[in-house]
């Protein structure tokens, strides 16, 4: 179990990460999300024991290890850059840790083989023990990083963007096999990306981080259906976000009064995923379902689905996502007047200070 | 179109000139190294054709009105001392450019000071530590002060070299190396150095030959047992032979022997790994 608390780091007075409190369970499946400039690769770093904080501690298995040097915490960490050794064939690079090591290096070269041997076949590698590391493509160099580090058995596997590199193909593949090589390992892994899909499909529980603070730690479809913060509901990329003032439970939207009950007054935003609302061109809004004026602006197709764009009367920007196997697609001019309606009881209230009514108070984050 | 003929005529005329003005005196030097002994001068025409001066340089022709060059032992002191230069100004610049890798107080200030002893001219600085010798009493010898002399003057060009080579360092394979559990030491042993080692071998050529054939710190702090260069420049002061050019082409030829080493040692650290790749593809 890793365990940080109130880790604090900031660079030339610009704080990177501010005060962060996580607990890292064994045998898990953890993603953090966050957009670039969010610290999470600085809060990587940190654990890694690459940066050092400017206070907090960090703990492995109750163990102090805040101002251990890197190669005394029995951390992996794969980089996004890969950092594979020029110099060596894949059976070297990642026999490297094996051999090499302060604590508990491995004398005997079978076994060294033999480790890196399973290693390989582990990661589909087996054919390719004898080449150049320069003569391989970027997912494979990606498999050697990724083994090379797993190899060494570490507590905790930190991954920096380890699909970031890779063509979509890849990216996808590469996804499934990540999660199958954990569960045949049963080490923690700690993803970060700044891809709200692949954080959303590969953590067993996901970390929304931004501006250096944690914003939401919960497991993947609890932070995609009851963001805690409107910022999470920008990152998960699925939300409409309105934003205006409350005033006696509606929100404010132009001339429309939304439903919004339980909200207090002033500032606030309100949001409906893209899936939750239905354009009208020539049929009336249901009863009971919340509608707005509309114009069309374009469509786009993705295969099983049509993500069309609109645009409010206050020039806010709307998407509607729709799915093919349930409905058949609509094509629209643009420029054409229409409405776009949800049921209420769909849509997220947000505070003035971001953060999401009704949800519990952030803390401990465990 | 005329215009870029014209354009091409004057750079050729102008790469011409530079060549015959780099290789010349080479030339020239080369060919009177061939002058006939022990009556040819240093002067056209060449009376006959000989290998005279390059036996008497080896001291392998009957005694004669020319001395022969004192060179045997100079030579000897000139190439222990360039290696010793080479030793302590590769080592000490890899390591200095290792420390400006990360930037601590104070490091504008300490990269000045140590180009400054590439920067100041020589002679000033042969001839203050010739009077910082006596002032000290230290015997003034070309293992001693000259040996601190040239590692001061070689040094910098070391460390600029490792300097630049550490620029296009990526770090992230030592954070690597370190997160699989490898002390930074032994990271250094196994990882940086093997890849930084074309710079490495860059640097050592730099303080090498410039300590080989370093002249005026040299001859203020070198005292009475001289080094290659200032032997010969005192054979200048009494008649110049041909024997002086058949070592210099002896000398040239050697730095050619060296640069090729150096040329043949890169390419082998660099070609290990399609070597190795081509080796994989025929099994």
Known sequence: ?366 | MQNNGFLRTALGLYTALFIIFLYGPFVVMGILSFQAGPEGGPQFPIIEWSTYWYRHVFGLTPPSRVAPLPIGEALLRSLTLAFATMVVSTVLGTLTAQGFRRNFRGSGPVFYLVVLGMMVPGVLLGLGMALVADQLDIARTWWGTAFVLHVVYTFPFAFLVMLAIFNRFDKSVEEAAWALGVSPGRTFRKITFPMIFPGVLSAMLFAFTLSYDEFPRTLFTGGSEVTMPIAIYGTFAVEIHPNIFAFGVLTTLFSFALLSTYGILMAMSVRRAKFAAVQEDIE
């Open chain 1, 1 to 366: 179990m890793l365990e940080l608390r109130r880790v604090t780091k900031a660079f030339a007075g610009v704080p990177a990460i501010d005060a962060v409190d996580l607990t890292i369970h064994d045998d898990e499946y953890l993603t953090l999300l966050g957009p670039s400039g969010s610290g999470k690769s600085t809060l990587l770093r940190l654990i890694a024991g690459l940066e050092v904080c400017d206070s907090g501690t960090i703990s492995l298995d109750g163990e102090d290890i805040t101002y251990s040097p890197t190669h005394l915490r029995n951390l992996g960490f794969v980089q996004q850059s890969y950092g594979l050794f020029p110099h060596m064939n894949v059976f070297d690079n990642v026999a490297f840790g094996l051999r090499h090591r302060t604590h508990n290096p491995i004398e005997d070269s079978s076994e060294v083989d033999r480790r890196v041997k399973a290693m390989l076949d582990l990661v589909g590698l087996s054919e390719l023990g004898q080449r150049m590391v320069g003569q391989l493509s970027g997912g494979q160099k990606q498999r050697v990083s990724l083994a090379r580090t797993l190899v060494t058995e570490p507590k905790v596997c930190l991954l920096d963007e380890p699909l970031g590199a890779l063509d979509a193909n890849l990216r996808e593949r590469m996804t499934v096999e990540l999660r199958k090589i954990r569960e045949a390992l049963g080490v923690t892994f700690m993803h970060v990306t700044g891809n709200e899909d692949e954080a959303l499909a590969m953590g067993d529980r996901m970390i929304v981080l931004d501006h250096g603070r944690l914003l939401q730690v919960a497991p993947p479809d609890m932070v995609y259906r009851e963001p805690d913060n409107v910022a999470v509901a920008r990152f998960v990329n699925a939300y409409n976000i309105l934003e205006g003032r409350v005033s006696d439970g509606a929100f404010l939207q132009d001339d429309a009064r939304l439903p919004a009950a339980g909200a207090p007054d002033g500032k606030g935003y309100y949001a409906i995923r893209h899936d939750a609302a239905t354009i009208h061109h020539g049929s009336e809004p249901p009863e009971g379902a919340v509608a707005l004026p509309a114009t069309f602006v374009t469509e786009e197709f993705l295969g099983s689905r049509f993500f069309y764009f609109l645009r409010l009367d206050d020039g806010t920007v709307f998407e509607v996502e729709r799915h093919l196997s349930r409905e058949d697609p609509i094509h629209l001019e643009a420029g054409t007047r229409c409405m776009v309606s949800w049921d209420p009881r769909n849509a997220l209230h947000f505070g003035a200070d971001g953060n999401r009514i009704g949800a519990p108070a952030m803390k401990g984050a465990a």
